[in-house]
């Protein structure tokens, strides 16, 4: 017992959220079709309790990905109201509950089943371009040094989960199956100036390709939609500032 | 990769093709380059010929065939609209390329609408080369 409960904090209230979620079960739909489901949430509650709360309560079918359940595995990418967030990161407070909130796979690459698509193409295209170090010249017998500054130099591109909500809002990825998509340009960029590494020139080579960099129409919907807040856009424009002034 | 015997109707789109082909050229980089730099040119060009025409000493109104002649007499002047002619053409037939490489999906298609720019625009910037080049005054 303290003193100090003259302001007494509000108890939340659980409120009925209706979900319009996208379904699809390849053996038995031919179409994918939506279905609504409504589960009581806490608004401080996230997307995906609500997507745990109906797998477990009320239809054992619906299949999503998902696994650390804090924004920090990247696997439960989804399109919700229009907009690729991750699931675990929405909380239910910031969407209009008013209406339904959709919840939908994310676009451009193949539908496997309800909110789960082949992440395949996605991970291709980031090994293509070789995201890891590359060294020359002899080992050292003790750690690769590295300044501070040349160290914030690719802070950015470091934060990425790999959870593909960049490259699946980017209207060139959605249409073209080749181009290689924001979230391989980022990891590429992350190695580029990294003053330890010596594959740039390869990467660079690489991202000049007919599917490379210059794809990019600047449109600027990765950067709105990367939960971690990387500047995804000023990561690809880094890599066409490097490309030309290599050139000339 | 096997998409053998799986039960039930199964309608997924085909999964994108992972082997990219690797060719080696800056032709995208050229081509993102020649944009922003004749974007920038065709600024003034446009400006300037919109406020000559239109709006300087008399406007639209003292537009006819004479003063046409007298302006391309005028070796400043054929290079002027030269310029804004090849620039713009070129300007456009990219920005064209690039949509339709991001919206046509079927290779067929999108051969045949390229080769169609391509036509349109080959036949704009040589009709307007000549004209400029071969302009003879005394026809009116
Ligand atoms: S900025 Fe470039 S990579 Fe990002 S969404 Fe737009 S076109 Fe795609
Ligand atoms: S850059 Fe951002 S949105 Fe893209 S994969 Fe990495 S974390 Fe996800
Ligand atoms: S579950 Fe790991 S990022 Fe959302």
Known sequence: MTAMAEAPVAAPVAADVTFRIHRYQPEFDSEPHWEEYTVPLYPTDRVLTALEKIKGEIDGSLTFRRSCGHGICGSDAMRINGRNRLACKTLVKDLDISKPITVEPIKGLPLEKDLVVDMDPFFDAYRSVMPFLITDGHEPTRERLQSAEDRARFDDGTKCILCACCTTSCPVYWTDDQYFGPAAIVAANRFIFDSRDSGAEQRLEILNEKEGVWRCRTTFNCTDACPRGIEVTKAIQEVKRALIFRRF | ?140
């Open chain 2, 1 to 140: 990769m096997s998409t053998t015997a799986q039960p039930g109707p199964v309608n997924i789109p085909a999964p994108r093709s992972s082997q990219r082909s690797s060719q080696r050229s800056n032709f995208e980089l050229y081509s993102w380059l020649f944009m922003r730099v004749s974007g920038l040119v065709l600024v003034f060009l446009v400006l300037g010929h919109l406020l000559i025409m239109n709006v300087l000493d008399g406007g639209v109104q003292r537009i006819n065939f004479a003063f046409v002649a007298g302006r391309w007499s005028s070796p400043f002047w054929q290079v002027w609209d030269l310029l804004m002619l090849w620039l713009a053409m070129l300007h456009g037939t990219n920005g064209m390329r690039t949509i339709i490489n991001d919206y046509a999906e079927r290779d067929q298609t999108r051969f045949w609408l390229k080769m169609i720019l391509y036509v349109a625009a080959g036949f704009t910037i040589i009709l307007g080369t000549l004209v400029i080049f071969t302009f003879d005054p005394n026809i009116g």
